[in-house]
């Protein structure tokens, strides 16, 4: 019996850690399903620091158009949050963010958000 319980422990253990091992999207900015004046950047935090080399954040219309963006960093004063300037000035209507990370222990990542650009 005592043998099942620490077998147990050590499976739920081992499940616990793989599962905290990966980086999580804890906020953007602008939020997700918001609409906003013009964002000059957007803004990704992640519940710990992600290889800004191997990441990415693509920014387009709801139409499927690009948005240009200056080059993607990691924000100085925070190790897990990255932000890419938007490199013109958006027109009112919706917008589409998809973000790809590699975090620290090398799993990649990948989601999407809208948000809309108010008049």
């Known amino acids: ?3 099942i319980a620490g077998l147990l422990f050590l499976v739920g253990v081992g499940v616990a850690g793989e599962a905290s091992a990966h ?3 804890l906020a953007t900015v602008p939020a997700k399903q918001s609409a906003v004046a013009a964002p000059g950047e957007i803004r990704l ?3 710990e620091a992600v290889e800004t080399r191997l990441s990415g954040i ?3 219309t709801t139409a499927g158009d690009k948005v240009a963006t200056g080059a993607l960093a ?3 004063a925070d190790k897990a949050t990255l ?3 938007v490199g013109v000035a958006l027109a009112p209507g919706g917008y589409r963010v998809h973000w790809h990370v590699v975090s620290d222990d090398m799993h990649k990542l990948q989601g999407d958000f809208t948000f809309d650009v108010k008049p």
């Open 1 to 3: 019996m005592h043998r």
């Open 23 to 25: 980086a999580k999207l």
């Open 45 to 47: 935090k992640f519940d």
């Open 83 to 85: 932000v890419v300037p």
């Open 74 to 76: 990691e924000d100085p």
């Open 58 to 60: 693509e920014i387009s």
